[in-house]
C-alpha cells in the first residue's frame, strides 16, 4: 500500500484585520546613502497593515498576535514606544505582541532624531497615528478569531538570488546579485481556513530584501509585496500577508532601481510561485491516500482527500510556546562612537572640499559616508552593555509546524539549516521582528573578506552557527527525526 501523504497542519484560533498605514507625501524617505531626494514625491502603492491572532484553541491568552507591516524598520526609541502604545490600548502583554516588518526600503526611515531634516517634522505625527492603528488591528484581529485550520505547503520562487558578489575590477566585495552564488528559493505558504471553508487568510514567508526600488525612487512603496499581495488576494478574496525571512545575503535578482514597474514584476513572479503551491495544497484537515486499482485500458491507481480521524486531529491542536535568551558576543573590534564621530567629522570635511570644487559625484559618496556613519552610530548607541548581546529567541508549535520569531537580520543559512536538521517539521522563519538590533549576522565565512553585512555586524564570527544551533536542539525534541 503506498504511504498516505500528510500535508502539515494545525488547529487553533486565528483571526486577522488589515488597515492602511500610508504616512503623508513629503514625509522625510531618505532611507539610501546615495539618495539625492529627501521628501517623498508621492506613492507607487499603498502600504498596509495586517494583523493575525494566533492562539491555541480555547486560551486566546496564551497566543500571539503578528503584525506584518510595510515598513523597513525602526530604531530601538520608536519600535519601543510604538509598542508600547499597541500594548496598552489592546491590553496584550508586549510579549504576545510581535510586529514582523516587511523589510521594504522605499517607505521612508521613519527616525524622530531626523525632525530637522525636510520632511523629519512629520514622522514623529505619523508614528503616533501607526500605533494608534495597529491597537485597533490587534483589538479587530482578537474579536475575528474562530477556530480554524492552517495548512502549510512549500513552493519555489527564485526571485531572491545571493548577493554577496565580488567585483573583480574593483578587486572588492559589492552587495548585488551574484550568479555564482546559491539562494534559498523557498517559500512557505501558510492557508487559514475556517470552519466553514472560507479561506480567511494566506501568509507568504519568503526571504528577500525588498530592494527592487533604491535611491532612484521617490515614491512611498511597499516594493514587491505589494503587487505579490495583489496577485494572490485576487485569486483567494482574503487578506495575505507577506512575512520576511532569513534574508541577510538575499535580494532581487533585478534591483536597486527606481523604476515601479519593476517592483511590480517582482512581486507577481512572488505571487504566481505562492498561488502555484496554494493551488497545490490538500483540503484542510484530510490526508491523501491511497484509493485502490481501477480497471481499465490500464490498471490505475486512485488517490482521495480522505478526512483526518479523531488522534489525528487532537495531535493537530498541540500548543508549546518558548522563549529564552542566547547570549551572542560582541566582536572584539566594535567600533566606539568616539571613532565613529571622528570618521563622520573627516567625511563632512571631505565632502565641503568636493563642494567646493564643484565636484558633486565626489560629495555624493562622502555623503553616503556619512549617513553611514550615522547608523552606525544608532547601532552601536544602543547596544546593551557588557560582552554578549542578550539575543531573545521566540518559538512556538502549533500542530505540524514550528514557528520562529526572531529579531535582526539572518543569513538564509539560518532558515536552510532548521529546516534542514527539522525535516519532518513546517517551519516558519519570521526576523526582523519588534526590531532589527543586533543588526545583520552573517555566517562565520562572510567575515574578514570586506562583505559589507559582516563589516558592519555588531555580533562577533560564528554567531549566527551558535544560535542556530541553539534553536535546533529546542526544535529537534519537538520534532525528533
Wanted: hydrophobic share 40%.
Amino acid at each position: 500500500m503506498p504511504t498516505a501523504q500528510e500535508t502539515p497542519q494545525s488547529l487553533c484560533s486565528f483571526g486577522v484585520a488589515r488597515c492602511d498605514v500610508t504616512p503623508p507625501v513629503g514625509i522625510y524617505h531618505r532611507m539610501w546613502g546615495a539618495a539625492s531626494h529627501e521628501r517623498s514625491t508621492g506613492v507607487h502603492r499603498r502600504l498596509s497593515a495586517s494583523a493575525a491572532s494566533i492562539a491555541p484553541l480555547g486560551n486566546p491568552a496564551a497566543g500571539v498576535v503578528l503584525m506584518a507591516i510595510d515598513h523597513c524598520l525602526l530604531w530601538d526609541l520608536e519600535g519601543r514606544k510604538v509598542l508600547d502604545i499597541v500594548a496598552t490600548k489592546s491590553g496584550l502583554s508586549p510579549e504576545q505582541l510581535l510586529i514582523a516588518y516587511s523589510h521594504t526600503h522605499a517607505s521612508g526611515l521613519m527616525d524622530t532624531g531626523r525632525s530637522d531634516r525636510p520632511g523629519g517634522e512629520l514622522i514623529a505625527p505619523y508614528l503616533a497615528d501607526l500605533a494608534e492603528k495597529l491597537a485597533g488591528l490587534v483589538i479587530e484581529a482578537r474579536k475575528n478569531a474562530q477556530s480554524a485550520t492552517l495548512c502549510y505547503g512549500t513552493g519555489r520562487c527564485n526571485l531572491a538570488a545571493h548577493r554577496d558578489t565580488y567585483d573583480e575590477a574593483g578587486g572588492r566585495f559589492v552587495c548585488g546579485f551574484n550568479p555564482e552564488g546559491v539562494g534559498d528559493d523557498t517559500l512557505v505558504l501558510i492557508r487559514a481556513t475556517a470552519d466553514d471553508g472560507r479561506t480567511l487568510a494566506t501568509m507568504v514567508n519568503y526571504a528577500c530584501h525588498p530592494t527592487t526600488l533604491a535611491w532612484q525612487n521617490t515614491l512611498i512603496s511597499p516594493d514587491f509585496p505589494g503587487a505579490m499581495r495583489e496577485v494572490i488576494e485576487q485569486a483567494t478574496g482574503a487578506p495575505c500577508l507577506f512575512l520576511q525571512g532569513a534574508s541577510g545575503d538575499l535580494g532581487p535578482r533585478y534591483g536597486f532601481v527606481g523604476d515601479t514597474a519593476v517592483a511590480d514584476r517582482n512581486g507577481r513572479q512572488l505571487g504566481y510561485a505562492a498561488l502555484s503551491a496554494l493551488e497545490g495544497m490538500a483540503p484542510p484537515r484530510t490526508r491523501f491516500e491511497y484509493a485502490g486499482p481501477v480497471e481499465s485500458g490500464a490498471v490505475i491507481g486512485t488517490w482521495r482527500h480522505a478526512p483526518l480521524d479523531a488522534d489525528r486531529l487532537r495531535g493537530l491542536e498541540a500548543w508549546s510556546l518558548r522563549r529564552w535568551t542566547v547570549d551572542l558576543p560582541y566582536r572584539p573590534d566594535l567600533p566606539t562612537a568616539e571613532s565613529t564621530h571622528l570618521e563622520r567629522a573627516r567625511w563632512e570635511r571631505d565632502e565641503q572640499e568636493a563642494l567646493s570644487r564643484a565636484d558633486r559625484a565626489r560629495a555624493a559618496e562622502c555623503r553616503a559616508f556619512v549617513e553611514r556613519m550615522d547608523r552606525q552610530l544608532v547601532r552601536i548607541g544602543n547596544l546593551p552593555p557588557g560582552p554578549a548581546f542578550p539575543f531573545e529567541v521566540l518559538i512556538w508549535k502549533t500542530g505540524d509546524a514550528a514557528w520562529l520569531a526572531v529579531g535582526a537580520e539572518h543569513y538564509q543559512y539560518l532558515q536552510v539549516e532548521l529546516r534542514r536538521r527539522s525535516p519532518g517539521a513546517a517551519i516558519v522563519v519570521l526576523t526582523l521582528i519588534n526590531g532589527w538590533q543586533p543588526g545583520y549576522l552573517p555566517t562565520a565565512a562572510a567575515y574578514g573578506r570586506g562583505i559589507y553585512q559582516a563589516e558592519i555586524a555588531v555580533l562577533a564570527a560564528g554567531s549566527l552557527e551558535t544560535l542556530t544551533d541553539c534553536i535546533a536542539r529546542h526544535l529537534a525534541e519537538w520534532f525528533p527525526t
